[in-house]
């Protein structure tokens, strides 16, 4: 299920799925987007951040055309705990591994994945140089 921000509206409550990760995406050549990002964090509950979020950067191979710093993006990753993806969309490889990383992420999230997680995976993804 996609959104364009964050809350959700609340009149299909009811109706909706389990909530397993959640993936702000972040157009580097909008700092629109970066922006929304921001004001939309507010509204995740403080659990998700235990493992259950991930923030995807797109558009990271026209460097020319960034309109956001990369290091304001993984500052935003630390600050929250999350996990920061950079890829390209307009590569078909490069959109294939992502979407495939993504669906395990999601299936760790989701307790597919006997032994692991998504705390655990989380961790294991940090840079040594975090500690």
């Known amino acids: 299920h996609l959104a364009t921000s964050l809350p959700l509206p609340s009149e299909r409550d009811h109706l909706r799925p389990r909530i397993d990760l959640v993936v702000f995406m972040i157009d580097i050549k909008s700092k629109y987007s970066l922006k929304?990002?921001?004001t939309s964090l507010a509204h995740v509950d403080a659990s998700f951040f235990l493992g259950k979020v991930c923030?995807?950067?797109t558009g990271?191979?026209?460097v020319n055309a960034?309109?956001?710093e990369t290091n304001a993006i993984c500052k935003l990753g630390k600050a929250y705990c999350s996990p920061v993806?950079?890829?390209e969309l307009e590569l078909e490889g490069i959109?294939?591994?992502t979407a495939q990383r993504l669906?395990?992420?999601l299936q760790?999230?989701?307790g597919h994945i006997p032994g692991v997680s998504a705390l655990s995976f989380v961790s294991l993804m940090r840079n040594s140089d975090d500690d």
């Open 55 to 57: 923030f995807l950067v």
């Open 95 to 97: 959109r294939v591994a």
């Open 66 to 68: 960034c309109s956001i």
């Open 85 to 87: 993806l950079f890829c």
């Open 108 to 110: 760790i999230c989701a």
């Open 60 to 62: 990271v191979g026209r």
């Open 36 to 38: 929304n990002v921001k």
């Open 103 to 105: 669906l395990r992420m």
